[in-house]
T-cell receptor
Framework: GIQVEQSPPDLILQEGANSTLRCNFS?????LQWFHQNPWGQLINLFY???GTKQNGRLSATTVATERYSLLYISSSQTTDSGVYFC??????????FGAGTTVTVRA | DTEVTQTPKHLVMGMTNKKSLKCEQH?????MYWYKQKAKKPPELMFV???????INESVPSRFSPECPNSSLLNLHLHALQPEDSALYLC????????????FGPGTRLTVT
């Protein structure tokens, strides 16, 4: 199946800092989603972005499908941004495959 | 409305019990999914239903039995589970094809004693 690699695995930020999370994938994709999993386990949809650039408040994402990567930008981070960020893709097997996640901790 | 609901939120069961997890969506989606997530790991696909028919079973043990009674409901029947089956069970839905955006429920945290 398709391989999804996320980096970095862990990220510690001071409140107000900016950061970039990366997702690399090994094959062409039909779907790419970014999720934020909160401490209670809820997976919150951030972006559906198989290609192009989108912005939602302090978050933005860019997917360059031809180069097989996606980036998630967090600006002016807040403590509520803490949690695990997952990239998930649908590859040729038509299943949503998740990366291992990036654990973000934002300190006040 | 992009809400998927799951009940119960928490479940503790013994290895000889039979229990069911429930999932509901009212977004008109025709594909529904069960995922299993162990601590500090990403979700892993278990089952996919498309138009109320089972389309993918990821070699899940038969002690997990899915059911899709109608286009809005998805159940997961549990029987004779093992302690290693303790996990967060997530339900998701999407428009018919998996290439569409998936929306997840809050999950059921299952503990098998």
């Amino acid at each position: 199946g398709i391989q999804v690699e996320q980096s970095p695995p862990d990220l510690i930020l001071q409140e107000g800092a900016n950061s970039t999370l990366r997702c690399n994938f090994s094959d062409s994709v039909n779907n790419l989603q970014w999720f934020h999993q909160n401490p209670w386990g809820q997976l919150i949809n951030l972006f559906y972005i198989p290609s192009g650039t989108k912005q939602n408040g302090r978050l933005s994402a860019t997917t360059v499908a031809t180069e097989r990567y996606s980036l998630l930008y967090i600006s002016s981070s807040q403590t509520t941004d803490s949690g695990v960020y997952f990239c998930a893709v649908v590859g040729p097997d038509y299943k949503l495959s998740f990366g291992a996640g990036t654990t973000v901790t934002v300190r006040a | 409305d992009t809400e998927v609901t799951q009940t119960p939120k928490h479940l503790v069961m013994g290895m000889t019990n039979k229990k069911s997890l429930k999932c509901e969506q009212h977004m008109g989606h025709r594909a529904m999914y069960w995922y299993k997530q162990k601590a500090k790991k990403p979700p892993e696909l278990m089952f996919v239903y498309s138009y109320e028919k089972l389309s993918i079973n990821e070699s899940v043990p038969s002690r997990f039995s899915p059911e899709c009674p109608n286009s809005s409901l998805l159940n997961l029947h549990l029987h004779a589970l093992q302690p290693e089956d303790s996990a967060l069970y997530l339900c998701a839905s999407s428009q018919v094809e998996v290439t569409y955006e998936q929306y997840f429920g809050p999950g059921t945290r299952l503990t098998v004693t």
